[in-house]
């Protein structure tokens, strides 16, 4: 089993829609769950962290984590084509271990 | 401000020949380190991280190795290179504690050939 999963997409969303991307992990003792963007051929930019269990706003982006379900996602809302990009998800070891673990990534596309 | 420099931006290098690429990080004390290598499409593979000078932790056994010889400074290096090894390699840096995101630098793109 992966440490963290990610559903490798594409995810195609029509321009306005709501793009939801998910990520499950392994280690149930992990603490802290960080959302990244890639744009093609560029190096990943930190969008959202979340720490506990919920809801996370952030402009027109959502986190939510649900550590009993060992489940993280994140919805874009009113997507536009910018956002177009891989999204990464990350999640952090128990104990500040240092050792932070990345999904594959989701394609989201979203089309004008 | 925290900065974090990378070089060269990319790289062409014939099998068996030597690498080192190296990462600095400016504005921040006691960073943690990290290399991530990243294949044609697909995701971030952690390769090392360190939470100090001269402790490394590696996550792939492989033909890589890497030092950590100054608080911020990392490099990682090769005696001789594979094809396998070509990819966009990432440093990044992150503070120690509960939080812990990384922030990347802008990549090394090598071209093993």
């Known amino acids: 089993q992966k440490e963290v999963e990610q559903n490798s997409g594409p995810l195609s969303v029509p321009e306005g829609a709501i793009a939801s991307l998910n990520c499950t992990y392994s280690d149930r003792g992990s603490q802290s769950f960080f959302w990244y963007r890639q744009y093609s051929g560029k190096s990943p930019e930190l969008i959202m962290s979340?720490?506990?269990?919920g809801d996370k706003e952030d402009g027109r982006f959502t986190a939510q984590l649900n550590k009993a379900s060992q489940y993280v996602s994140l919805l874009i809302r009113d997507s536009q084509p910018s956002d177009s990009a891989t999204y990464l998800c990350?999640?952090?070891?128990?104990?500040?271990?240092?050792?932070?673990?990345f999904g594959q990534g989701t394609t989201l596309q979203v089309k004008p | 401000s925290q900065t974090i420099h990378q070089w060269p931006a990319t790289l062409v290098q014939p099998v068996g020949s030597p690498l080192s690429l190296e990462c600095t990080v400016e504005g921040t004390s006691n960073p943690n380190l990290y290399w991530y290598r990243q294949a044609a499409g697909r995701g971030l593979q952690l390769l090392f991280y360190?939470?100090?000078?001269?402790?490394i932790s590696s996550e792939v056994p492989q033909n890589l190795s890497a030092s950590r010889p100054q608080d911020r400074q990392f490099i990682l290096s090769s005696k001789k290179l594979l094809l396998s090894d070509s990819g966009f390699y990432l440093c990044?840096?992150?503070?120690?504690?509960?939080?812990?995101?990384?922030?990347f630098g802008q990549g090394t793109r090598l071209t093993v050939v």
């Open positions: 360190s939470v100090g000078i001269g402790q």
């Open positions: 990044a840096h992150g503070s120690r504690g509960r939080g812990t995101e990384a922030f």
């Open positions: 979340i720490y506990s269990n």
């Open positions: 990350a999640v952090n070891g128990p104990s500040n271990t240092g050792k932070l673990i």
